[in-house]
């Protein structure tokens, strides 16, 4: 199985057709989407209105990272568009009763839910949602920008956060700066779906590219 969720955001936006068409000839089927709002991170990407557009184009499941300040206003627009999967962050949540409250919104949506932490963020911040997450997303870059250096204070989170999967049935998903090198420490950490911007869109064969990964 392709556990490689390609990110949109390293792709070339004016032939987007064909971009999706290269992972999912090269055996993706999840493909990550960053919505980024300029406001909880200093870039702004694309929102509800390209997602629908790729979900009519794709059969890949579509697995939205939101990286915005109020994922509760938002998160209705990203259901209808077609999301499989919607991350929010933990850091842009007030309280532990909203972070419950928006994961029900999701889950009762159809939709799986995740929780993203920043790589200043404890796993700990989690804890108190592992019964009713589908997947936790651990940044291993400060977000906003594809093409950053891998941050290994990944590792230890995941390492950590493996021991609760087998008993609440989460997946675990690293973000960030990952390559054929820094991807191998993270898998043997217990991780499950790896994001790959750059890795993947920035080399010209991406059934190549995906499989250096694997
Ligand atoms: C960063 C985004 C990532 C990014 C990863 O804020 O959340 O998904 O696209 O890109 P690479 O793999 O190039 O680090
Ligand atoms: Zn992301």
């Given at each position: 199985m392709v556990d490689i969720a390609?990110?949109?955001?390293s792709a070339d936006f004016a032939d987007l057709k064909s971009e999706l068409k290269s992972i999912e000839e090269a055996g993706c089927t999840v493909l990550h989407y960053?919505?980024?709002?300029?406001?909880?991170?200093?870039?702004i990407s694309f929102g509800a209105d390209i997602l629908h557009d790729v979900h009519r184009i794709t059969n890949m499941e579509l697995d939205v990272h939101l990286m915005i300040s109020d994922p509760m206003f938002y998160v209705d627009r990203f259901v209808k568009?077609?999301?499989?999967?919607?991350?929010f962050h933990i850091e842009a949540m007030e309280s532990v009763e909203k972070t419950h409250e928006l994961i029900?919104?999701?889950?009762?949506?159809g939709v799986k839910a995740?929780?993203?932490?920043n790589p200043g963020t404890s796993y700990e911040a989690v804890i108190p949602f592992l019964d009713e997450i589908d997947m936790?997303?651990?940044?291993?870059?400060?977000?906003?920008?594809?093409g950053q250096k891998f941050n290994p204070v990944?590792?230890?989170?995941?390492a950590a956060l493996s021991k609760y999967k087998k008993e609440k049935g989460f997946l675990i998903e690293v973000d960030g700066g990952?390559?054929?090198?820094?991807?191998?420490?993270?898998?043997?950490a217990g991780c499950d779906l790896f994001v790959a911007g750059s890795a993947v869109f920035n080399q010209n064969d991406r059934k190549k590219a995906v499989e250096a990964l694997l």
């Open positions: 390609p990110s949109l955001l960053d919505v980024m709002d300029g406001h909880f991170v200093p870039n568009a077609g999301a499989s999967y919607i991350s029900k919104k999701i889950k009762e949506a995740s929780i993203a932490l936790i997303l651990v940044m291993s870059v400060q977000p906003g920008f594809g990944a590792i230890d989170k995941i990952i390559n054929a090198t820094t991807i191998q420490d993270v898998r043997k």
